[in-house]
């Protein structure tokens, strides 16, 4: 059975950092391109970045770009989301993805979702 599950969320202030972690288990999709999303509140649910299984290649939101920099452990089926200079704009119920697809520059989501992880930023 196909199980993502996230954790690495909270509360943290403006400037500040916070890391993601997103488990994997159960399915031939953890040898494979892995994406975060993410909802605010009141807002459709947005692309934020990914990663080749390999690990040698990521893409990012341009919301996100220069901030936040995804990395994988393919041993541990594990992939992260290093947060850094979070803005308040950035609070949301982060969500672990598999497997996104790429087409035309547009990301858009694989059947497998993790839980979430809330993460909220103060200003």
């Known amino acids: 059975q196909v199980h993502l599950v996230e954790s690495g969320g909270g509360l943290v202030q403006a400037g500040g950092s916070l890391r993601l972690s997103c488990a994997a288990s159960g399915g031939p999709f953890t040898r494979s391109v892995r994406g975060w999303f993410r909802q605010a509140p009141g807002k459709e649910r947005e692309f934020v970045a990914a990663i080749t299984y390999t690990g040698d290649t990521s893409y990012y939101a341009d919301s996100v770009k220069g901030r936040f920099s995804c990395s994988r452990d393919n041993a541990k089926s594990t992939v992260y989301l290093q947060m850094n200079n979070l803005k308040p704009e950035d609070t949301a119920v982060y969500y672990c993805?598999?497997?996104?697809?790429?087409?035309?520059?547009?990301?858009?989501?694989?059947?497998?979702w993790g839980q979430g992880t809330q993460v909220t930023v103060s200003s």
């Open positions: 993805n598999a497997v996104p697809i790429r087409s035309g520059g547009i990301w858009t989501s694989g059947d497998y």
